[in-house]
């Protein structure tokens, strides 16, 4: 099943997943899991994995890709006072982030250490705002890929969209 919006390019969940740092036992939140490729990748450093996505099909696809996650369907704003305090944090839907961010906030425990993976500029700035504001901004990194593809008997290389990543810690 092809979820709307623009997937996380398995580059930059490794990169993402460097930034984290994740550790075994440490609660990792997955908000906007979409296909559940960043929960899974994050399980191999924790079985601790919960996910919130407003999207009840992104919320199945996840489960089925971390079948020992929690994944909620809903929003983040009012799913997570009901979580666990959160050590590391994925952001890949910034829908509402106003809303949600100063929760995410009070539920981080200390180090916590958020990245945010994001396809447009305006959001990747209001994003290292909040961060900011918030005292938690590290680094603004701009990630550019491009894949291989046979032309003319040679190879080529086809650029994706670039991102934007922001990391902070609590």
């Known amino acids: 099943m092809k ?27 997955d908000l906007g899991c979409g ?8 399980s191999r450093f924790t079985d601790r994995i919960y996910g919130i996505d407003r999207r009840p099909e992104a919320v199945q696809l996840s489960q089925s890709a971390v079948p020992g996650g929690i994944f909620l ?10 979580l666990p305090a959160i050590d590391r944090c994925f952001i890949g839907g910034t829908r509402d982030i106003e809303s949600y961010f100063p929760l995410l906030l009070k539920k981080a425990s200390p180090g916590c250490i958020v990245v945010a993976d994001l396809a447009r500029l305006g959001i990747a700035s209001r994003v290292v ?9 590290q680094e ?9 593809y046979e032309l003319a008997g040679d190879m080529a ?14």
Do not use: W, Y
């Open 35 to 42: 296909s559940g490729a960043v929960s899974r990748a994050a």
């Open 140 to 148: 603004l990194l701009q990630i550019h890929i491009s894949k291989g």
């Open 73 to 82: 369907q809903g929003e983040a704003a009012h799913i997570l006072p009901t």
């Open 157 to 170: 290389l086809r650029p994706v969209n670039p991102i934007f990543m922001v990391v902070g810690r609590c």
């Open 129 to 137: 705002e909040l961060m900011k504001e918030a005292g938690i901004f």
């Open 3 to 29: 979820l709307p919006g623009t997937a996380t390019q398995e580059e930059n969940i490794h990169i993402a997943m460097g930034k984290l740092d994740l550790r075994p036992g440490q609660v990792f939140l």
